[in-house]
């Protein structure tokens, strides 16, 4: 399957600390894991590709250090000490409104990425960048629950009740990140996941204490292993990641995907941090990603949607993909931007970030 990228931090660091060096550029790319088509199993190598285009084109040699993140939070951290220096980072729309609001984005030359014209209107202008001013879109999706049929009984595989059902204690996965894991209480009960009102975070506090107890891990990355191998049955995550697991999956197990009817719809983006050393060879590789080799070539390893012309009308793309990711990814749910407006997460002020992060603390404590 698909290579895991492990670098030492001495390793990290040494490299995030370099720019230049003669005729050499050096460019910081971090990305969530399994976020990019690699190379392995003979897949189209983004990274590599991109550096021979850019010594075929511009004639100098570049070189791209690509590191990843488990979480938005994770990345959020690194970024906003100003211990590191990137200058391509993939966060998710939420953290994107965050960090612009901070000042922890620079404004994007859209003169050096003409491939932005391939992006669906339907993507631009939303909440987290309604100006257009500092991300492209990368990828969306929503989230679901994927469980093994092979344990779960099809009668409960409904709602998000699935993730608080006794009958599989000890097979139930959590998200390990705050948002996402108050995002299934809130949904489950019905809440707005953008409130202010204390109490009703408060509820969905005592929603995820109740469910504790049936947990057997909270994850991010982890949940790959644990449900393609049968040692977990139940999850909520990315719907793309589900075909991973998919292709993944031991004898004896038998994934499967569905959507709650309220959950999150949510759009990753390409920006470039404050923190950036080579600002025009940063937009240069956001235009290189939105180009067709390698635009098609990340949708079908990651199995994501994309909101990239250039790749959803492509035949060979749909045909590859074949009918039940296009339903699961394309699903036929009305406007997306109306069901994005209505229930993806915003941004949350300093004292509601706060509040949420130490109640997420006492979740995991208990």
């Not at 230049?20 to 990305?31: A, E, I, K, R």
């Not at 990274?47 to 993140?69: A, C, H, L, P």
């Not at 990641?241 to 499967?256: I, P, S």
Request: with cysteine.
């Amino acid at each position: 399957m698909k290579k895991w990228i492990v670098l030492c931090a001495a390793a990290v660091l040494t490299m995030l600390c370099l720019s230049s060096c003669g005729d050499s550029l050096t460019l910081n790319v971090y990305n969530w894991g399994e976020y990019i088509s690699d190379g392995s199993e003979g897949t189209f190598d983004t990274v590599r590709e991109f550096e021979k285009w850019y010594k075929e084109t511009y004639g100098q040699k570049v070189r791209v250090n690509y590191t990843t993140f488990a979480s938005n939070e994770d990345m959020y951290s690194k970024i906003s000490s100003g211990a590191v220096s990137y200058d391509v980072i993939i966060p998710s729309d939420y953290m994107i409104a965050r960090m612009a609001s901070e000042g922890l984005l620079m404004e994007l030359n859209f003169e050096n990425i003409p491939n932005y014209q391939y992006i669906d209107d339907t993507f631009k202008g939303l909440y987290y960048d309604p100006e257009n001013k500092y991300t492209v879109p990368y990828a969306y999706g929503i989230v679901g629950v994927i469980y093994d049929a092979n344990v779960v009984a099809e009668a409960d595989a409904k709602g998000w009740d699935l993730l608080w059902n006794p009958k599989y204690s000890g097979k139930i996965l959590q998200f390990n990140n705050s948002r996402d894991a108050f995002g299934t209480a809130m949904y489950k009960l019905g809440l707005d996941v953008n409130t202010t009102d204390k109490a009703e975070w408060q509820r969905a506090y005592d929603e995820l204490l109740t469910q504790r107890p049936l947990v057997y891990s909270y994850v991010m990355d982890e949940i790959y292993n644990m449900m393609e191998s049968g040692e977990a049955a139940v999850g909520a995550y990315y719907a793309g990641d589900y075909f991973t697991m998919l292709d993944a999956q031991a004898e004896g197990v038998d994934l499967k995907f569905y959507y709650p009817e309220k959950t999150n719809f949510y759009v990753d983006a390409m920006c470039i941090p404050n923190c950036a050393q080579n600002k025009e060879l940063a937009e240069i590789f956001i235009n290189y990603m939105l180009s067709e080799e390698p635009a098609i070539a990340n949708a079908e390893y990651t199995y994501y949607a994309s909101p990239n012309s250039i790749v959803y009308e492509n035949e060979t793309y749909i045909n590859d993909m074949g009918e039940e990711a296009m339903a699961i990814l394309y699903p036929d749910m009305g406007s997306f931007a109306d069901l994005y407006n209505k229930y993806a997460y915003r941004n949350l002020d300093t004292e509601m970030l706060g509040h949420l992060n130490t109640l997420w603390e006492n979740v995991k404590i208990n």
